[in-house]
């Protein structure tokens, strides 16, 4: 499975895109609904402007014709002396020039756009095949149309107009309006991604609290059908959780007392009837070993604490340390603050000084060990015994799971390191288990330095 998983080819994403692309649903589907209502609006606008070009054209071309035909009827009416006044007069008024066509104008092609296209073939039709035009000349910008004015006459002249009846103004109210309705529509999309992501919040922290023990109250089943099931399922489920959980408590409560109470009447009989010193001492140490298996299934199964604490790491490890002695020998350092949950990091460093006692032998210290690397809290447990091998280590963090003879005997469910395993992952830490140099076993708790955050028991 490894082997497969590996040959899988992994997508990478930069980071760069990460940080930018949105995570929350909210805004996800906010932006995806924006965009596909600004590309919507987009598309509308190029097809509307290439709808009216063919009619803009035609309107231009029909006005172009009109200019040069009042212009040339102008021009044959009025007698010669008065045609410069005239010519003036239309220019200043009208802003229509004309002039005669050289054959040295520098005249540029028209651009190689639609309108161009549809105004110079209406304009053929208009005013004949001959006509030309231009919106340069001579290094002017304009409307430039040839025409004949005077019958006979072979000269041709240019009818200059100015560029900005081209073009089409967009009117600035249409902006206003356009953007009012714009955000409107951004306004309604927000407010439908919100109603459909609300009773996904809702339920996000329900669920978090339910990771954190607790039992959230019942959601309303209310909204879509969909959202209806996913709630209803959610609090079928939370209560089923409740229910369990208080099961377990009974539970507990019923093994812890029905299964101590024969323990304490054979340590007692043990005590008063047995008489071999030697065979007295085999029974109490059995009867201690199953009161410990009896304790390792209870604190196994019940539920850790959720409440975090900020307390001094180094305060805490003197506390365990003084309370067996010389048998536990402390490095603890400065003073190192962190965010817990302090019975259960306390209940993982006994539990793993409690293993290194048990198997470092009676002669041998157990160190302990507290310090600060890579942005961690490393607290470490050395103990001088047989060890255990580099391979066994990820196995023996499982439940009911037990190395060899040598390591752990016969003692013990194989609950211990599972639950040091258990309260370190809520911490979002990890346990290592390694050979010691010299001989023995290095068991580190490492945590990150926001133990705060929090991880799935």
Partial sequence: MQLIRRSLPQRIVPRSLLRVVPRSLLWRAFLLIATLMLLAVA???????????????????????????????????????????????????????????????????????????????????????????????????????????????????????????LERRLPLQWLGWGAAVLLLSLAGAWLIVFRITRPLRVLKVAAQ????????????????????AVTAAFNQMSADLARLEADRALLLAGVSHDLRTPLTRLRMEAELSVADAEARAGMEADIAEMDRTISQFLDFARPLETTTEAIDLSALLSEIAARYGPRVRLEAGAPCAANVRPQALRRAIVNLIENAL??????????????????????DVLDRGPGIARADAERLKQPFTRGDAARTGAQGAGLGLAIVERIVRMHGGQLELAPRDGGGLAASIRLPLDANRPASA
């Fill in 209 to 228: 609290k339910v990771g954190a023990g607790k039992t959230p109250p019942v959601l309303p089943e209310t909204g879509p059908s969909e959202i209806v």
């Fill in 358 to 379: 048990r198997h470092g032998g009676a002669d041998q210290p157990v160190d302990l060990r507290l310090a600060a690397a890579d942005k961690s809290i490393v607290i």
């Fill in 43 to 165: 598309a509308w606008l190029a097809i509307f402007r290439e709808a009216e070009i063919e009619p803009r054209a035609r309107q231009i071309a029909q006005m172009v014709a009109s200019v040069a035909n009042l212009t040339r009827a102008a021009l044959l009416a009025a007698r010669p002396e008065s045609r410069l006044d005239l010519l003036a007069e239309f220019s200043d008024t009208e802003s229509v020039h004309v002039y005669p066509a050289d054959s040295d104008d520098d005249v540029r092609p028209l651009p190689p756009t639609p309108l161009a296209h549809y105004l110079e073939r209406e304009l053929h039709e208009r005013l004949g095949p001959d006509t030309r035009l231009s919106f340069m000349l001579n290094g002017e910008s304009g409307l430039f149309v040839s025409m004949r004015i005077f019958p006979g006459d072979s000269g041709d002249y240019w009818l200059a107009l100015p560029r900005e009846r």
